[in-house]
């Protein structure tokens, strides 16, 4: 290779990173195994990562906005492409545009799809996020049975996912985990045939039974330590390398500045 005047060099493993996908997979083999690639894959690059993970049989990407969905489109044209926030007036008509889904969070998000559906003529796909416990982003669980009402009288919305975040899945045995799971059981019993996501990284490695159909793995695709102490069976993905300029002697009682 040409000589570089780089001091510092950042090696990206994408076998690791699909191997990390599969892995996570093999932990909850009844699901569907979904990527989050937002914040340009963790800063990987959507343009390598998502095609890696597209030709090893992800179908499903999360992104957090429009316009990192639209580059995730552009990577995967044939991918399930979910948005975990950004859906307004504004923007709806992007979500039409390149065949987005948009994760609904606040009934204000609901009423925008429920409008854009209708001036559309089409039936909207989209998810439904219930703040189960986290205190982040999310529907209010106390809501839910006027949401799903709701939902069932809008022809034009085809709920394609409910989902929920886990807030202490990293510490298994934190009984928030059973909290949440406890509300999540609630929320869907009533969307009975729409499909339920609730695993992080975390919960995938740890408990099996909370898979449900589609698991969202983040950070252990790309190699990050998902449960407290431990990676788990994940490789790394990203090394950082730089130049050692100088190695210096130091006696006992010399000063480090």
């Not at 996908?21 to 932990?27: D, G, S």
């Not at 489109?73 to 979500?95: C, H, M, S």
């Not at 219930?130 to 709701?150: C, K, Q, S, W, Y």
């Amino acid at each position: 290779t040409a000589p570089t005047p780089a001091t510092t060099r950042l090696t990206v493993d994408l076998d690791a990173l699909v191997g990390n996908w599969r892995t996570l997979q093999a932990f909850a083999p009844a699901a569907e195994t979904a990527a989050m690639v937002k914040a340009d894959a963790y800063g990987l690059g959507v343009d390598r990562v998502v095609p890696a993970l597209a030709r090893a049989g992800c179908r499903t990407f999360f992104a957090a906005f429009p316009d990192e969905a639209v580059a995730v489109r552009k990577a995967a044209p044939d991918a399930r492409v979910f948005v975990l926030a950004g859906l307004f007036e504004e923007t709806a008509i992007a979500f039409i545009e390149h065949r987005l889904v948009p994760v609904l969070n606040r009934r204000e998000d609901l009423a925008v799809w429920q409008r854009t559906a209708a001036s559309s003529g089409r039936r909207l796909a989209c998810a439904l996020h219930f703040d189960t416990g986290m205190n982040r982003l999310g529907l209010d669980v106390a809501e839910a049975g006027d949401i799903a009402a709701a939902i069932a009288a809008e022809p034009g919305l085809d709920p394609a996912l409910v989902m929920s975040h886990l807030a202490c899945a990293d510490e298994p045995a934190h009984p928030l985990n059973t909290t949440q799971k406890a509300r999540f059981d609630a929320v869907r019993g009533l969307l009975p045939g729409v499909a339920a996501s609730l695993a992080n990284s975390a919960a995938v490695l740890t408990e099996p039974g909370l898979a449900y159909d589609l698991t969202r793995p983040g950070i252990a695709l790309y190699g990050g330590e998902a449960l407290k102490g431990s990676a788990g069976p994940i490789m790394p993905v990203v090394t950082f390398e730089a130049r050692i300029l100088q190695v210096r002697r130091v006696r006992k009682g010399e000063t480090v500045g």
